[in-house]
């Protein structure tokens, strides 16, 4: 996302009123080459030299100045961002990231003399859902993680560990939790603070019986960004990469960038 804002930055300067607009956002976005955003510069018909055109020739608004930006924007721009991080506040997220940023653009419908419904349609699809991703753990090395908080589930953490999943994720999760304690050896893995009390968990190869699969992983919003789940993470990498997996795959991944930096994974393409 950091890139994204620089970039879009550049091109409003590049452009002939100086100011940044919301389609120079749209433009840094179809700039990026991995993940959903490089998958969406393949599969729509988005022109970014149509775009830089229409730039120039639309309506001057009133401009002003933002904290995520060294140029003038315009309220539009504004408008853009604050629902962004609306979307990230309401998906429990501690960072806006480009799923958000897609979706502000459309829903604000400041783009709307900019797209087409269908490509409308196909940012929704691709930018703005969970999708699901996949990581090499063949020859897998255990990145440096801070461990001592993390260990393996014993059968009396079953009732704690699925009220802490009912209060902050969802019914669906601690079902699928309740259900792998009935595993001998349940794969799954919590991390504690430093009271004892359970602040995440992941697990891998319980969600309907899927092999190679981890999830469902989640950690309190409070004790996010302190490296809890990519230790969790990790864990459970090395477990799947010593039962003899070449692949994980990471189902429904909502913070796409997450596991992009933390473990190399991809997104999948869609069909």
């Known amino acids: 996302m950091l890139r994204i804002l620089e970039n879009a930055e550049i091109e409003a300067q590049l452009s002939k009123l100086k100011i940044l607009q919301p389609a120079h956002l749209l433009i840094a976005c179809l700039n990026e080459k991995t993940g959903v955003l490089g998958e969406i510069s393949l599969k729509s018909t988005l022109d970014k030299t149509s775009l830089k055109a229409i730039i120039e020739d639309y309506p001057n608004q009133y401009t002003t100045n933002s904290d995520f930006f060294n140029v003038r924007v315009t309220e539009d721009v504004i408008k853009v961002m604050e629902v962004a991080i609306n979307y990230m506040k309401r998906f429990n997220q501690v960072y806006v990231n480009e799923g958000h940023l897609l979706k502000a653009l459309i829903t604000t419908n400041v783009m709307d003399s900019f797209l087409s419904d269908e490509n409308k349609k196909i940012l929704l699809s691709l930018g703005t859902t969970s999708r699901d991703m996949i990581t090499k753990i063949g020859n897998y090395k255990v990145p440096r993680i801070n461990s001592h908080f993390v260990r393996k589930v014993n059968k009396n953490d079953v009732n704690d560990l699925v009220h802490f999943i009912e209060n902050n994720f969802s019914n669906e999760w601690s079902q699928t939790i309740r259900e792998a304690f009935s595993l001998s050896k349940p794969p799954i893995y919590v991390a504690l603070d430093n009271n004892g009390q359970i602040v995440g968990f992941a697990a891998y190869d319980i969600y309907k019986n899927k092999k190679c699969y981890f999830g469902p992983m989640g950690v309190a919003l409070s004790n996010r960004i302190n490296g ?17 997996y070449e692949y994980a795959i990471i189902g429904d991944a909502g913070p796409i960038e997450f596991y992009e930096k933390a473990c190399n994974a991809v997104v999948i393409p869609s069909i």
Do not use: Q, V, W
């Open 228 to 244: 809890i789940g990519y230790s969790l993470l990790h864990h459970c990498l090395k477990d799947m990469s010593d039962i003899g």
